[in-house]
């Protein structure tokens, strides 16, 4: 007896699909894979098989950055986000597993820092290109995963476990990260919304020997102030003691200014209901705290948080930015 072919137009089972353009990537033909990636998961999606589509993206992405394709790997990895919006999965401990894998794949590789005389400065052009287009295609990535989280049962603020993945990405892998304290900024929003002030503290102590000279203070400032704009006292005091421990224990020394002053006052000041030394210590080390812009908003929020006193205007400049980024205060 004839075996029974499939109907006109019915989708095979997602391992039929996953084989076949397995294959086709490792005879070589990324884009014509990647065309099929895209065209047999919206078919899944139409058909509202979303698990079997997010096995077919899941695959797709991983094998596509295991061969170096990280534009296409990041593409799908996208689309793997959008339909786990799709097929409404929850934010839990299975998804989160799978996001993980994904980012994983993502190359970690990197960029020489400093130049020598007999540099190939053609290569290093082209190290510090693919670079970026790492940097971005896995913040691209990991920021659609983050608003999907904070839509799908993870805190309002986005899963922290994700938070923390694009933080070390940023953080170890962008080629800007020299001395930019900028993008510091960048890293250091994401690293608050994470669940390790540890790691936090580890990137500030590696930053401290990068950054400009005045710099170093600044970029401990601004980490502590931003746990404490979101009411986080508790690890702000964690990551300062850690930032003393590390330093301590590489032999070199923490930043002797008003401004880590100012900080140490800060923390025992909020410890208690003291609204009139808070805005007695903002005023003796304004001229500290004038040093960037930023932290007078986040003093602003934290007056807020700690002691009920309401903003006059939303945060501006550089913060601002970064809160509207991309809808909201979630990503970066």
């Given at each position: 007896?004839?075996?029974?072919?499939?109907?006109?137009?019915?989708?095979?089972?997602?391992?039929?699909?996953?084989?076949?353009?397995?294959?086709?990537?490792?005879?070589?033909?990324?884009y014509g894979a990647q065309q099929m990636y895209k065209s047999f998961s919206a078919r899944y999606v139409s058909a509202e098989r979303?698990?079997?589509?997010?096995?077919?993206?899941?695959?797709?992405?991983?094998i596509q950055l295991k061969h170096g394709q990280v534009t296409c790997g990041a593409e799908l990895a996208v689309l793997f986000v959008?339909?786990?919006?799709?097929?409404?999965?929850?934010?839990?401990?299975?998804?989160?597993?799978?996001?993980?894998?994904?980012?994983?794949?993502?190359?970690?590789?990197?960029?020489?820092?400093?130049?020598?005389?007999?540099?190939?400065?053609?290569?290093?052009?082209?190290?510090?290109?693919?670079?970026?287009?790492?940097?971005?295609?896995?913040?691209?990535?990991?920021?659609?995963?983050?608003?999907?989280?904070?839509?799908?049962?993870?805190?309002?603020?986005?899963?922290?476990?994700?938070?923390?993945?694009?933080?070390?990405?940023?953080?170890?892998?962008?080629?800007?990260?020299?001395?930019?304290?900028?993008?510091?900024?960048?890293?250091?929003?994401?690293?608050?919304?994470?669940?390790?002030?540890?790691?936090?503290?580890?990137?500030?102590?590696?930053?401290?020997?990068?950054?400009?000279?005045?710099?170093?203070?600044?970029?401990?400032?601004?980490?502590?102030?931003?746990?404490?704009?979101?009411?986080?006292?508790?690890?702000?005091?964690?990551?300062?003691?850690?930032?003393k421990k590390q330093v301590k224990d590489k032999q070199l020394a923490l930043p002797q200014s008003d401004l880590i002053q100012f900080?140490?006052?800060?923390?025992?000041?909020?410890?208690?209901?003291?609204?009139?030394?808070?805005?007695?210590?903002?005023?003796?080390?304004?001229?500290?705290?004038?040093?960037?812009?930023?932290?007078?908003?986040?003093?602003?929020?934290?007056?807020?948080?700690?002691?009920?006193?309401?903003?006059?205007?939303?945060?501006?400049?550089?913060?601002?930015?970064?809160?509207?980024?991309?809808?909201?205060?979630?990503?970066?």
């Amino acid at each position: 007896m004839a075996r029974e072919r499939p109907k006109r137009g019915a989708l095979p089972p997602a391992e039929e699909t996953i084989e076949k353009l397995g294959k086709t990537i490792n005879d070589g033909n990324h884009y014509g894979a990647q065309q099929m990636y895209k065209s047999f998961s919206a078919r899944y999606v139409s058909a509202e098989r979303y698990a079997e589509a997010l096995d077919i993206l899941q695959s797709g992405a991983c094998i596509q950055l295991k061969h170096g394709q990280v534009t296409c790997g990041a593409e799908l990895a996208v689309l793997f986000v959008e339909t786990l919006v799709k097929g409404k999965f929850p934010c839990n401990e299975e998804t989160l597993d799978r996001i993980r894998e994904i980012y994983k794949m993502f190359p970690q590789i990197s960029v020489p820092q400093k130049l020598e005389a007999d540099d190939d400065m053609e290569k290093l052009s082209e190290a510090l290109g693919a670079a970026k287009t790492r940097v971005e295609g896995c913040s691209s990535f990991l920021k659609a995963a983050i608003r999907w989280s904070a839509e799908s049962g993870a805190s309002s603020g986005g899963s922290p476990e994700i938070h923390e993945m694009l933080a070390e990405y940023l953080f170890s892998e962008s080629p800007e990260m020299t001395a930019a304290f900028q993008d510091m900024a960048r890293v250091s929003f994401h690293f608050v919304r994470g669940k390790y002030p540890e790691k936090f503290a580890t990137s500030l102590v590696n930053f401290m020997g990068k950054c400009y000279p005045g710099e170093d203070d600044l970029a401990i400032a601004r980490a502590v102030l931003m746990y404490l704009s979101l009411g986080n006292l508790k690890d702000a005091n964690y990551l300062m003691d850690e930032i003393k421990k590390q330093v301590k224990d590489k032999q070199l020394a923490l930043p002797q200014s008003d401004l880590i002053q100012f900080i140490i006052y800060l923390l025992q000041t909020l410890e208690r209901d003291a609204f009139p030394l808070f805005n007695i210590l903002r005023q003796n080390y304004k001229s500290s705290i004038e040093r960037e812009p930023a932290l007078e908003e986040l003093l602003d929020v934290i007056a807020e948080k700690f002691y009920g006193v309401r903003r006059r205007t939303p945060l501006q400049g550089m913060f601002g930015d970064i809160f509207k980024m991309m809808g909201g205060d979630v990503t970066a």
